[in-house]
């Protein structure tokens, strides 16, 4: 390697070098204003500190799927949702594995054991969509583990049983 060469490396690295150290120096120039993390548990209203799933929808709104509830978290409040016994429209089960936002701002919630739900924010109501044996076009399984959307705005669910996907337009399910 010629000397010059050698020197333009040498040069570079330097320059990185020094680069580093400037920021390092000057971590404002990276953060925009102060930035705060809390620890959110049973102690600050959370339903339950086993969590499974945890999505932020396009309202801002946290939305924690835990083995004792569906909680939403705007950033200072809990709002908890748990099924109840005689209420058609609660959540199906307070076990949530799964949580999916839709395209059209839908919240969907895969339990365990329950089934899959629909969450109308605007409502506060939940669908239930349930395996029923003997429907062939129900949801192949009331144990979901994962939720999806393709570019045609239909539901890829996966369950224990195997992948369901529901035509939001018919509500019709096709297993595989």
């Known amino acids: 390697m010629k000397i010059s060469q050698l020197i333009r490396v ?3 690295h330097y320059f990185i070098i020094l680069v580093l150290l400037c920021f390092s120096l000057q971590p404002e120039i990276f953060c925009q204003g102060n930035i705060s993390i809390s620890r959110l548990q049973t102690d600050n209203g959370l339903s339950h500190n086993s969590v499974y799933s945890i999505i932020q929808d396009r309202d801002g709104l946290i939305w924690i799927g835990t ?3 569906l909680n939403s978290y705007n950033g200072f409040n809990f709002t908890i ?3 109840e016994f005689f209420d058609s429209t609660s959540i199906s089960k307070s076990w949530v594995n799964a949580l999916f936002e839709d395209s059209q701002g839908f919240i969907w919630i895969g339990t365990e054991g329950g089934g899959l739900n629909r969450f109308d924010k605007n409502s506060g109501k939940f669908i239930r969509y349930r395996n029923h044996p ?3 076009n129900s949801i192949c399984s009331n144990i979901v583990y994962s939720i999806s959307e393709d570019k045609d705005s239909n539901l890829w669910i996966g369950t224990r049983n195997g992948i369901s996907v529901l035509d939001k337009s018919r509500v019709n399910f ?3």
Do not use: S
């Open 10 to 12: 040498r040069i570079k």
């Open 174 to 176: 096709t297993t595989y």
């Open 67 to 69: 083995k004792d509830g």
């Open 134 to 136: 003997e429907n062939a």
């Open 81 to 83: 949702y748990r099924y």
